[in-house]
């Protein structure tokens, strides 16, 4: 795990460490040591964290893996919201690139289609669905005919930083770095089929 998941001076160190302290065979600390200098291999296969990193027969070597605070720890997750009084989370976008380059976030082409009662005013998805989950019939909540549109820079804007989705306002949820960016131009794949 440490091979793929870390640069090779963090996968040396571990290796001196395990040898000295922990006790892992020479053996095993060469095979990681040798593996982590392949730059091709230690770039491009990044794991996600385990549980178990090696079992012996005397011990395990365990990784602590805490999620329980989570806070600022992934800059790039972000969330395209609407827009308006009370701003929704609509799907989860990921930061790639930041200035001086152009900033530049990522998401599913699926979550750049509103449903709107008219040109200007989103309702529901409900409203929009076909099937068992359509509640077109619920004219005050959709409006006579409400369609699918594109959306648009005004239809929403991307919330970067936030930890706390739910109610609390950001100076109870100790959110210091949210990050509000507004939409220049959505570029969906050509290949994209609704």
Same mark, same amino acid.
């Given at each position: 795990?440490?091979?793929?998941?870390?640069?090779?001076?963090?996968?040396?160190?571990?290796?001196?460490?395990?040898?000295?302290?922990?006790?892992?065979?020479?053996?095993?600390?060469?095979?990681?040591?040798?593996?982590?200098?392949?730059?091709?291999?230690?770039?491009?296969?990044?794991?996600?964290?385990?549980?178990?990193?090696?079992?012996?027969?005397?011990?395990?070597?365990?990784?602590?893996?805490?999620?329980?605070? /989570?806070?600022?720890?992934?800059?790039?997750? =972000?969330?395209?919201?609407? +827009? !308006?009084?009370? %701003?929704?989370? $609509?799907?989860?976008?990921?930061?790639?690139?930041?200035?001086?380059?152009?900033?530049?976030?990522?998401?599913?082409?699926?979550?750049?289609?509103?449903?709107?009662?008219?040109?200007?005013?989103?309702?529901?998805?409900?409203?929009?669905?076909?099937?068992?989950?359509?509640?077109?019939?619920?004219?005050?909540?959709?409006?006579?005919?409400?369609?699918?549109?594109?959306? /648009?820079?005004?239809?929403?804007?991307?919330? =970067?930083?936030?930890?706390? +989705? !739910?109610?609390? %306002?950001?100076? $109870?949820?100790?959110?210091?770095?949210?990050?509000?960016?507004?939409?220049?131009?959505?570029?969906?794949?050509?290949?994209?089929?609704?």
């Amino acid at each position: 795990l440490i091979q793929f998941s870390c640069t090779s001076a963090v996968t040396t160190i571990y290796v001196n460490f395990s040898q000295e302290f922990v006790g892992i065979p020479t053996s095993i600390g060469r095979a990681f040591a040798d593996n982590s200098n392949s730059s091709s291999q230690n770039a491009n296969t990044r794991l996600a964290p385990a549980q178990n990193i090696a079992e012996f027969s005397t011990f395990t070597v365990r990784t602590q893996l805490a999620y329980s605070n /989570t806070r600022h720890r992934y800059p790039w997750a =972000c969330s395209l919201r609407s +827009t !308006g009084t009370s %701003p929704e989370h $609509l799907c989860a976008v990921t930061l790639l690139s930041i200035p001086p380059k152009p900033t530049v976030v990522v998401g599913p082409a699926h979550c750049t289609y509103l449903c709107k009662k008219d040109q200007n005013t989103p309702v529901p998805s409900c409203c929009c669905a076909e099937g068992p989950e359509n509640c077109a019939d619920d004219k005050n909540k959709c409006g006579d005919s409400p369609q699918v549109f594109l959306m /648009t820079g005004s239809d929403a804007d991307i919330l =970067c930083g936030e930890f706390e +989705t !739910g109610a609390a %306002p950001r100076i $109870l949820s100790g959110e210091n770095y949210n990050v509000v960016l507004g939409i220049k131009a959505i570029i969906r794949h050509p290949d994209f089929n609704t």
